[in-house]
């Protein structure tokens, strides 16, 4: 509960219309979420205007409302308005939830690819040497043992601010966090105070957002601006990158006071990266490296497959470090860490050849998949994957050629069309694969738009020792069609359809 003259106060108005010192007590920007006495703040998006819902919220008991543009309102409700309503928001909002992330350590990971991988390694860590951990992702949030469902991988401020003050209020210690470049970009994490980032890559994704790679790039920096800026409550802040990744500087340039906020490096190529592996050793289920540590070679042992887990693996480790946590312990938390749904999950019901599910749904996941595979299978390897829609055009025949490249058998199916004809977007991918097909005769491929068809095509065409890539919405249980949201899951359509061979 807060006054709202002292929310007022806390960002830049032009004038207050109404009883300024009216008790708040709850803040949301979607006028179904409104009770008695909430602060209902105007947005202004692409396609809804807040300022259209007033009324209704004025009807469900707003005692205030922020707004940039004249509305009308009973004498009784406060008006305060704002330049930018969004702005008002982000400087609100933190200070009406008390700043939770100011009272929990916060390990932010930011990157194209293992976001949730690294996320939820560095969770299982911190929690086998016994602090209580939050997580924050594209999968859901899990407060202790409950699980809440998340719709963006970073959510808005009001609800970010929600969960975290939840968190703070439940006594958790640390928060491992997903945190996205357009969270970043649109002030989704405002008034977070961040204690570890953790870059993983970067390759092309959301460039209908961005643009540009460059642009790409520094949005995800922005993360490292905000660890190591001035007027920070906590103190120890580290940043650790990939610094086998192309844009590894651009995160390092970002890191602007180093007295404030240690930068780190970790490797697979370089030896004097902070942390390095090598000899690294792959069966199907899971993998064995070294992991050189200030002058010491640690062997780890995980149930992860795959050259990118090393890498996700290494990214976790870094900020637990960081945090405290001895080599020796995070060497043994490692041993049962089971990999996240739907990355690189296994699908097993006693089939002789191998099924994996994966979110893989940029150019640079698929031929991680791809390549993780020709390291673990002898026999040959069938992906299913396809492209979705309203979404970067450009890497749709690129995911094609990949595909093409380093399977043997590629089936060109739906992803999440939303509102594209999915046959359009099949024929661009499709475009893609048909050019290495020129140059590759042995490549055997399909369009099969319809996705349930195509997973059962893949597992009909799989002989023993073959591996089965079913790429692209990993732990998703949903489909997006034009009019409509249906439930569809590829692990539950792999099983149905292992089950039937």
């Known amino acids: 509960m807060k006054k709202l003259s002292d929310l007022v106060a806390m960002t830049a108005v032009e004038k ?65 308005y704002v330049k930018d309503t969004r702005k008002a928001m982000e400087d609100m909002v933190p200070f009406f939830f008390d700043y939770p992330t100011r009272k929990m350590r916060m390990i932010a990971l930011t990157g194209t690819n293992g976001k949730t991988t690294t996320t939820h390694i560095a969770a299982h860590i911190l929690h086998h040497v016994g602090y209580k951990t939050g997580v924050i992702g594209t999968i859901h949030a899990l407060i202790g043992d409950k699980e809440l469902p998340t719709h963006n991988t970073t959510p808005d401020v009001i609800d970010l601010d929600r969960i975290l003050a939840q968190m703070a209020e439940e006594k958790v210690q640390y928060v491992c966090m997903e945190v996205s470049s357009h969270s970043l970009v649109l002030g989704r994490v405002a008034g977070c105070e961040f204690d570890d980032a953790v870059f993983t890559n970067l390759t092309e994704d959301h460039l209908d957002f961005h ?32 610094m086998d990744d192309p844009y590894a500087h651009v995160m390092e340039e970002g890191v602007e006071d180093r007295t404030i906020c240690a930068l780190h490096t970790y490797s697979m190529v370089h030896p004097e990266a902070d942390l390095y592996a090598h000899d690294i050793h792959f069966t199907g289920k899971s993998s064995a490296f070294k992991v050189a540590y200030r002058g010491k070679d640690y062997d780890f042992e995980t149930k992860l497959a795959g050259r990118f887990n090393v890498y996700n693996t290494l990214g976790a480790v870094g900020a637990a470090l960081s945090e405290g946590v001895a080599m020796d312990d995070i060497v043994d938390a490692m041993k049962d860490f089971h990999s996240v749904p739907g990355r690189f999950e296994l699908i097993d019901e006693g089939q002789p050849f191998t099924v994996v599910v994966d979110y893989a749904h940029t150019p640079d996941g698929l031929e991680k998949i791809l390549t993780t595979a020709e390291e673990i299978t002898k ?34 199916t739906s992803d999440n069309p939303r509102t594209e004809d999915p046959n359009e977007i099949v024929k661009e991918v499709a475009a893609g694969v048909e050019e290495i097909k020129k140059e ?18 893949a597992i009909a065409l799989a002989k023993p020792g073959d591996i089965v890539l079913i790429a692209g919405k990993g732990h998703e249980d949903y489909q997006i069609l034009k009019d409509r949201t249906i439930h569809f899951d590829d692990r539950e359509e792999a099983r149905k359809a292992l089950k039937e061979i």
């Open 379 to 412: 026999g040959r390897i069938i992906v299913v994957f396809g492209c979705g829609g309203d979404r970067d055009k450009l890497k749709r025949p690129i995911m094609g050629r990949i595909a093409a490249r380093n399977a043997d058998i590629a089936l060109v």
């Open 16 to 80: 207050v219309e109404g009883p300024a010192d009216v008790e708040i007590l709850d803040v949301t920007a979607d006028s179904r979420k409104v009770e008695k006495g909430s602060l209902f703040i105007c947005l202004c998006g692409a396609h809804v205007d807040g300022h259209d819902f007033v009324d209704a919220a004025v009807k469900k008991g707003a005692a205030a409302i922020v707004a940039s543009k004249e509305i009308s309102v009973p004498a009784s409700v406060a008006v305060v």
């Open 211 to 242: 643009k540009t790679m460059d642009n790409y790039a520094h949005a995800k920096a922005i993360l490292f601006h905000m660890v190591s800026s001035k007027g920070q409550t906590k103190k120890g802040k580290s940043a650790w990158v990939n």
């Open 440 to 457: 590759k005769p042995s490549l055997e491929y399909e369009v099969i738009v319809d996705r349930r068809s195509a997973i059962r095509r």
